[in-house]
């Protein structure tokens, strides 16, 4: 049986044999998927707790190739694709064009295969289903040490981003700092909400949009948020956007995907965050889920020993 709501949430668009696969998985396993993956003639493969794993039918999971292995057919990636678009393909025209599909959830289902010259996705060879789950308590932390300002959460992928993010925001809007805080979140995604279905606290708006930058300007022109929070900054006019909130004392709370404090430093767009002075402190993700948590200043991180 399935345990976990967050799992549950995307089954509609699994074929049979893959849901069956995935209700005799452990219920240890289930609370801890973050990603389906299915590849045209390749084994099914989950992503759990940062590491792949591939599924056998009776719900065992191995590290390598092994007998009994869930092996992904045309028919399979054509069911799921079809499933996702609601038989409706055109619906999600614009959203293919970009690589993904919005689930029921509010999560992007990730989608590769050949890109026509109008930029239409066709011959679908590989889809990725991503579980938004909320982890209420997993941003005590990092509450404990927040300091007020503006935050950068950075880590690489699949280390729990936005899981962390979305805590914090539901915290703060409740709260938990010491006051309630008005927070504006920006969800060019859907996942940080989950599409509206999961809790970011009693003070919290949600404004979902594609520009990122745009959002942000309309949420402090008519929302007057203490925080305006949203996942990455991807461009310039993004940072802008964040320069403009913070010299109008509205601070930030983002994210930035990163494998190491070198990435950090040196990456265009995370350096000119971090001298913009928008950010007070980072929350650096280690690569292994549970692993140790480091939160330091933007002017640690550049002393000659930060590494």
Request: with cysteine; charged share 20%.
């Given at each position: 049986?399935?345990?976990?709501d ?74 799921c ?96 700092h ?36 745009i ?27 964040v ?28 350096r ?36």
């Amino acid at each position: 049986m399935i345990t976990n709501d967050a799992l549950s949430n995307v089954l509609y668009a699994l074929p049979p044999k893959i849901k069956g696969a995935l209700f005799n998985l452990s219920p240890t396993v289930q609370q801890n998927i973050a990603e389906i993956r299915l590849r045209k003639n390749l084994p099914l493969s989950l992503t759990v707790q940062g590491e792949t794993v591939f599924l056998k039918s009776d719900g065992q999971t191995c590290f390598s190739l092994c007998n009994g292995l869930i092996y992904i057919t045309e028919n399979d990636i054509n069911e799921c694709f079809y499933l996702l678009c609601d038989d409706s393909v055109f619906a999600h025209e614009n959203e293919l064009k970009e690589g993904f599909i919005i689930m029921k959830n509010g999560c992007r289902a990730g989608v590769c295969g050949r890109l026509s010259g109008n930029g239409a996705m066709q011959d679908i060879s590989s889809i990725n289903l991503r579980i938004s789950r909320e982890v209420k308590g997993c941003a005590n932390e990092i509450l404990n040490r927040y300091g007020g300002g503006g935050l950068l959460i950075a880590g690489p992928p699949a280390s729990g981003k936005t899981t962390l993010l979305r805590d914090f925001i539901r915290q703060l809007s409740n709260g938990q700092h010491g006051r309630i805080s008005r927070i504006a979140v920006i969800d060019s995604r859907g996942e940080i909400s989950g599409g509206g279905q999961l809790d970011l606290g009693l003070a919290t708006d949600v404004l979902q949009t594609d520009n990122k930058a745009i959002g942000a300007e309309i949420a402090l022109r008519t929302m007057f948020p203490d925080y305006i929070a949203f996942d990455e900054i991807g461009n310039i006019n993004e940072l802008n956007t964040v320069s403009l909130c913070f010299s109008s004392g509205v601070k930030i709370i983002t994210t930035a995907h990163i494998e190491s404090l070198f990435d950090l430093k040196n990456r265009q767009i995370t350096r000119l965050l971090l001298e913009s002075g928008a950010i007070d402190q980072v929350v650096v993700l280690p690569k292994i889920i549970g692993g140790k948590i480091q939160i330091i200043t933007p002017k640690e991180l550049y002393r000659e020993n930060a590494v």
